[in-house]
């Protein structure tokens, strides 16, 4: 099977061909230089930019893999969750192209991509290796963990009840008067910094449950620079900010995600979304799943960022396991549940 894939739920404008679980190519263009003057994507901005950049974008795509829109055996695109004007662009854009070729159209999840992208590896799914498992999405606007119980059959354990994990970071580093994006550049400060030097809440990781909340730790340390506001004047206390934010984010994250784990007797974890970026992250994922005897997947950088590469191998698997096509007129799911 010859796919291509597009993807515009956000700030990333990016189309991908897949053949027979390959990713011939992926490109991407990031929006963020853009929305770094506003310190957060503006929707009207991002929808612009990729009504700009699709075409110049899928011809690059098309260029790479060498191969004509005519060789396509299907087509998909991100339905679903997203900036609904964003999501129109390439959800339209897709249809257009399936129905223009008489062709196969799909829909997919954006968050069911990233719960699959562990499993590529090096451009090429890995399904044939594939293993029931505990697996921990986490990104700006979600965090979640899924019990992953067989190729395509998962439950939602448990989401975020406020804010998201990638959230609290940015948010924090707007406190702290950080650049935009704010999750990487407190990744980067945090280095250096002492991660035991503020004890910031750790928000519900004794709770049985599988939730997350972290708008109390955002809170914590804004009330914590208010009543200390000569941090902001230090470098290096800057630094260890970021080191106790990262550090109380990662705990819970990483504690949560092995306790559930063990209750289900699952002995597989993946981990995927932009904060799993996060060198701590993927350090104490390791590190945790180590000691616990865990196999751990961490989806590769480049597929944790937005991308159409994960949409299309998911496209292509869901087809050639027999799910049934989009209807071509369908329209987007901006609130499209994982479930």
Same mark, same amino acid.
């Given at each position: 099977? +010859?796919?291509?894939?597009?993807?515009?739920?956000?700030?990333?404008?990016?189309?991908?061909? @897949?053949?027979?679980?390959?990713? +011939? /190519? /992926?490109?991407?263009? /990031?929006?963020?230089?853009?929305?770094?003057?506003?310190?957060? %994507?503006?929707?009207?901005?991002?929808?612009?930019?990729?009504?700009?950049?699709?075409?110049?974008?899928?011809?690059?795509?098309?260029?790479?893999?060498?191969?004509?829109?005519?060789?396509?055996?299907?087509?998909?695109?991100?339905?679903?969750?997203?900036?609904?004007?964003?999501? %129109? !662009?390439?959800?339209?854009?897709?249809?257009?192209?399936?129905?223009?070729?008489?062709?196969?159209?799909?829909?997919?999840?954006?968050?069911?991509?990233?719960?699959?992208?562990?499993?590529?590896?090096?451009?090429?799914?890995?399904?044939?290796?594939?293993?029931?498992? !505990?697996?921990?999405?986490? /990104?700006?606007?979600?965090?979640?963990?899924?019990?992953v119980r067989a190729e395509l059959d998962h439950v939602v354990l448990g989401s975020?009840?406020?804010?998201?994990?990638?959230?609290?970071?940015?948010?924090?580093?707007?406190?702290?008067?950080?650049?935009?994006?704010?999750?990487?550049?407190?990744?980067?400060?945090?280095?250096?910094?002492?991660?035991?030097?503020?004890?910031?809440?750790?928000?519900?990781?004794?709770?049985?449950?599988?939730?997350?909340?972290?708008?109390?730790?955002?809170?914590?340390?804004?009330?914590?620079?208010?009543?200390?506001?000569?941090?902001?004047?230090?470098?290096?206390?800057?630094?260890?900010?970021?080191?106790?934010?990262? &550090?109380? !984010? %990662?705990?819970?994250?990483?504690?949560?995600?092995?306790?559930?784990?063990?209750?289900?007797? @699952?002995?597989?974890?993946?981990?995927?979304?932009? @904060?799993?970026?996060?060198?701590?992250?993927?350090?104490?994922?390791?590190?945790?799943?180590?000691?616990?005897?865990?196999?751990?997947? +961490?989806?590769?950088?480049?597929?944790?960022?937005?991308?159409?590469?994960?949409?299309?191998? +998911?496209?292509?698997?869901?087809?050639?396991?027999?799910?049934?096509?989009?209807?071509?007129?369908?329209?987007?799911?901006? &609130?499209?549940?994982?479930?």
């Amino acid at each position: 099977m +010859l796919l291509a894939a597009i993807e515009t739920s956000c700030d990333e404008t990016s189309v991908a061909l @897949v053949r027979d679980g390959t990713i +011939l /190519s /992926s490109v991407v263009s /990031s929006q963020i230089k853009l929305h770094s003057e506003y310190g957060g %994507v503006v929707p009207e901005l991002a929808t612009r930019e990729h009504l700009r950049n699709l075409l110049p974008v899928a011809r690059e795509a098309f260029q790479r893999a060498q191969i004509h829109a005519t060789d396509l055996d299907a087509v998909a695109a991100t339905q679903g969750p997203g900036l609904p004007p964003a999501l %129109v !662009i390439g959800f339209q854009a897709g249809q257009a192209l399936a129905y223009s070729l008489d062709r196969p159209f799909i829909g997919i999840n954006h968050h069911e991509a990233h719960l699959y992208s562990p499993w590529i590896h090096d451009g090429r799914a890995a399904f044939d290796s594939f293993e029931p498992s !505990i697996s921990l999405i986490v /990104s700006g606007g979600h965090t979640m963990l899924v019990h992953v119980r067989a190729e395509l059959d998962h439950v939602v354990l448990g989401s975020t009840v406020d804010d998201a994990a990638g959230e609290c970071f940015d948010k924090t580093a707007k406190l702290l008067g950080l650049s935009y994006p704010g999750g990487p550049e407190m990744d980067r400060l945090a280095k250096t910094g002492n991660p035991r030097a503020h004890d910031f809440p750790r928000p519900m990781i004794k709770d049985a449950h599988d939730d997350f909340s972290f708008s109390g730790l955002k809170t914590s340390v804004r009330y914590f620079l208010r009543d200390h506001p000569e941090t902001l004047e230090s470098d290096q206390s800057i630094r260890d900010v970021c080191a106790s934010v990262q &550090s109380a !984010i %990662v705990e819970v994250l990483v504690q949560k995600t092995v306790r559930a784990a063990r209750r289900l007797g @699952v002995k597989c974890i993946t981990a995927s979304g932009g @904060v799993t970026c996060n060198s701590a992250l993927r350090t104490e994922l390791q590190r945790a799943c180590a000691q616990q005897n865990f196999k751990l997947l +961490l989806a590769e950088p480049k597929l944790c960022t937005d991308n159409a590469g994960m949409i299309a191998i +998911l496209a292509e698997r869901k087809l050639q396991r027999g799910n049934t096509p989009t209807n071509i007129t369908a329209d987007i799911r901006s &609130s499209w549940t994982l479930e």
